[in-house]
């Protein structure tokens, strides 16, 4: 501990004695005097752990302060899930916020995961993602589906808030905030945006806009080669633009974009700008009709028009440190700097894993690996500062997972406790109401069974279901547009089960996959997904209104509009 300020009063003066009364210890202020006297001692004064968590404990019984958390994780994915995992076997019960719109990371945007160990089949990114959250659930880690709004790193207890407005302090933090896609900045890239240009081929491409056209992915990495493999399944010509002379996508990529007939690769080319029809105008198809590019033949750039309907971006990404960067030192490019080989910052008590620090390898598994030395630098830090307070989950906790010891008790110790379960229920794909939710808890399990012709129920599947409520019932319906592959839809899942449980019976929710109706997908204008459109049908005699949002929003969001639907209703 490094000395920053002396005492005004001698350290003398600061005891601690036994109560007559009790086996606690003298409720005086000598408990809070003590314990910031501790903290400003030299650091090479030796002090025992029983006498530090005496002076805290007592100190925050005295001022009412709940008593700060062990390590709160900012961001998910691989590093923050893994970190979350190793703390909380450790007993440290860390807090995670794990985003509102971005929970699982850039995986969660992905396809086949071929790479990651353990998986000689490969997985995909979200089913991984999501496998890693219910497992940092099932060691108790406290799961916080928020983004972060501001740190102060200042002074200590740390503080972290979400934009829910709750505030957690803590002794220790572990930053995995990622990264964000990068942008071309093209002179019409706002005026296309997710109207024929997206840097999402995972959530966007299925869409009936894109589906029979021909397209474009600017990059030259894996995820270029990956995306443009993948559009392959909707569309039957692909242009790779890749702006070096030669790809830098794993070889095996490399291989495959270049034996497939309907990928052409255009080396040394930078894209210019995009032109098409106007969006503002409903449309069937992307609006999107040409890239301008400039590809470099010998020492000449010529300019050419490259006839497609989609531009699909996988240029990289910059790191997610604008709310640590006054605090910590990052480097040219934005990267928080840590010390070689280890996880630590260049503050005390704050570490930092996957790609926000790493601006060389950028993998799942390094980023998984990271977040494994961060957990354990967090332990070791608090368990010398005298700081760390283990938190034992429930007996019926640990009771469910020794029972779990294979296949037939994992059901049991994927339903987290009530607390959690608002936070961590994503039901799967197949929609059997299973999973980690599994209760009416959130309304997920309703929405995971959504019928399709009895129109009494809230929840709704298919386009028959659509029209029939379009045709029979007054009341808003909120229609969520998503396909299979669409890991930013697992995550909106939950947070439409949330809002719509507040709502039940007063609207109804229809689900509707892109791929089984590509024709209501088209008359919607729906672009990508996961999309989300309410229909207010409060005067039919003026037609039908309907608000459009597209990708995750935040719960309140969709609450305002669903109240502003109701208000012509009640």
């Known amino acids: 501990m490094s000395p920053t300020s002396t005492p005004s009063t001698p350290l003398s003066t600061y005891y601690l004695s036994p109560s007559p009364s009790s086996s606690k210890f003298c409720p005086s202020s000598c408990g809070i005097g003590l314990f910031h006297a501790l903290r400003h001692l030299p650091q090479s004064t030796r002090i025992s752990f029983p006498l530090w968590a005496a002076a805290a404990e007592l100190a925050g019984d005295l001022t009412g302060d709940k008593a700060a958390e062990n390590v709160v994780i900012v961001g998910s994915g691989p590093a923050g899930y893994t970190a979350a995992i190793y703390c909380a076997r450790a007993n440290l019960k860390p807090v995670i916020f794990e985003g ?18 353990g998986f000689p089949d490969g997985i995909l990114g979200p089913d991984l993602m999501m496998n890693m959250r219910k497992q940092a659930a099932r060691w108790g880690a406290e799961l916080e589906s928020d983004d972060v709004v501001s740190v102060d790193l200042s002074s200590r207890p740390f503080s972290v808030t979400g934009a829910n407005g709750r505030c957690v302090t803590a002794h220790s933090v572990i930053i995995a905030t990622g990264a ?19 840097a999402c081929a995972i959530c966007d491409g299925a869409a009936p806009m894109f589906s029979g056209e021909p397209l474009a992915v600017v990059g030259g990495g894996d995820s270029a080669a990956e995306e443009a493999v993948y559009l392959t399944k909707y569309s039957p010509e692909i242009h790779l633009l890749v702006r070096g002379g030669s790809m830098r996508a794993s070889r095996a990529l490399q291989d495959r974009v270049l034996a497939n007939r309907k990928i052409s690769v255009h080396y040394n080319t930078r894209v210019v700008d995009v032109s098409g029809d106007d969006p503002e105008v409903p ?39 604008a709310l640590f960067a006054q605090f910590l030192d990052v480097d040219e490019k934005g990267y928080v700097r840590v010390a070689p080989g280890t996880p630590t910052t260049s503050l ?21 690996g990271s977040g494994c030395m961060a957990a354990l630098a967090a332990e070791r830090y608090l368990s010398g500062e005298g700081l760390l307070r283990e938190v034992h989950q429930p007996k019926d906790d640990v009771e469910r997972k020794k029972g779990a010891g294979g296949r037939g008790g994992e059901k049991a110790v994927q339903e987290p406790r009530e607390k959690q379960t ?35 129920d809230t929840y709704h599947k ?12 007054g009341k808003p319906i909120l229609i969520m547009f998503m396909s299979k592959t669409c890991g930013p839809c697992r995550i909106l899942k939950p947070i439409l089960g949330r809002v719509l449980k507040e709502y039940e019976g007063r609207v109804h929710f ?61």
């Open 348 to 368: 005390s008590g704050v570490f930092a894993a996957g790609d926000v620090q790493d601006p060389h390898w950028r993998q799942a598994v390094t980023a998984a």
């Open 100 to 117: 509102a719109s971005s929970t699982g990371g850039q995986l969660m945007a992905t396809t086949d995961v071929e790479n990651f160990p």
């Open 462 to 473: 298919g386009e028959a279901a659509l029209q029939s409520l379009l045709a029979s019932s």
């Open 283 to 321: 449309f069937l198809k992307s609006p999107v009709t040409a890239v301008q590019v400039a590809t470099t033949e010998g020492k000449t750039e010529v300019m050419k028009n490259l006839a497609v309907r989609g531009l699909f971006y996988a240029i990289g990404h910059d790191p997610n440190t």
């Open 180 to 198: 964000v896609a990068k942008r071309l900045r093209l002179p019409n890239e706002e005026r296309y945006w997710s109207k024929g240009i997206t």
């Open 422 to 456: 608002e936070a961590t229920a994503i039901p799967s794909d197949s929609n059997s109401g299973s999973g980690s939710g599994g209760g009416s808890g959130t309304g997920m399990r309703s929405l995971a069974a959504a019928t399709e012709d009895d129109a009494t």
């Open 510 to 570: 229809v689900e509707i996959d892109i791929e089984e109706h590509p024709d209501l997908t088209l008359q919607s204008s729906v672009a990508g997904t996961p999309t989300v459109q309410l229909v207010n049908l409060k005067n039919r005699a003026e037609g039908e209104e309907v608000v459009t949002l597209r990708g995750v929003k935040k719960g309140s969001e969709y609450k305002a509009q669903i109240e502003e639907a109701l208000g012509g209703h009640e």
